[in-house]
Each structure stands twice: as C-alpha cells, then as structure tokens.
C-alpha cells in the first residue's frame, strides 16, 4: 500500500479515537493488526522511512519465476513427446 495511504489510516484511527478493528473495517483492510504493525513501525522510523524495504525479500537462486519456468519447459517436453508417440502410432 502507498505511503499516503498508511498514513492516512494511522491518522483517522488517531483522530477519530477508533479501534484498529474498527479502523480496518472502514477502510476495507482485511487484518486489523497490518495496522497496528504500521503505528508500530511509524513510531519506530517515523514516516519518511515508512516504506524502506517493504515487503519480502527474494531468495537468492531459487525464484518463482525460475521454478514456473522450468515447469512450462518441462510440460512443452511432455507434450512434444506425446505428439511424437501419437504419430509412431497413427502410421502403424
């Protein structure tokens, strides 16, 4: 979520003296403890490093990106094979 947006809960949450239930609730956001961990890290940081390394980190080597990859060449391998089966067969 943007920056402006976090802080925009916090403060609203502040201001109108809500719950972070309630909070989540107006704000449509699923799990009312995101909010309590943004307070936790704005009270921590401040806001202009509100945002610095959000969200998780990729693992060296081992993407989902490469392993999806490695799946579709793997079922295009498959599929060749089959095809190449089929026909041995049709012309039998």
Known sequence: MQ???KKSVIKYRQYNELSYREA??????NNPS???NWKRK???EGFERFNANEGRPI??????MS???????EI???KKSK???NRAKAKK
């Open 3 to 5: 920056r402006r947006i």
């Open 67 to 73: 392993k999806n990859t490695d799946k579709s060449n």
């Open 83 to 85: 095809r190449r089966i």
């Open 76 to 78: 295009k391998k498959l």
């Open 59 to 64: 693992k060296n080597g081992d993407t989902t």
């Open 24 to 29: 989540a609730e107006y704000f449509k956001i």
């Open 34 to 36: 995101i909010i309590a």
């Open 42 to 44: 704005y009270k921590q």
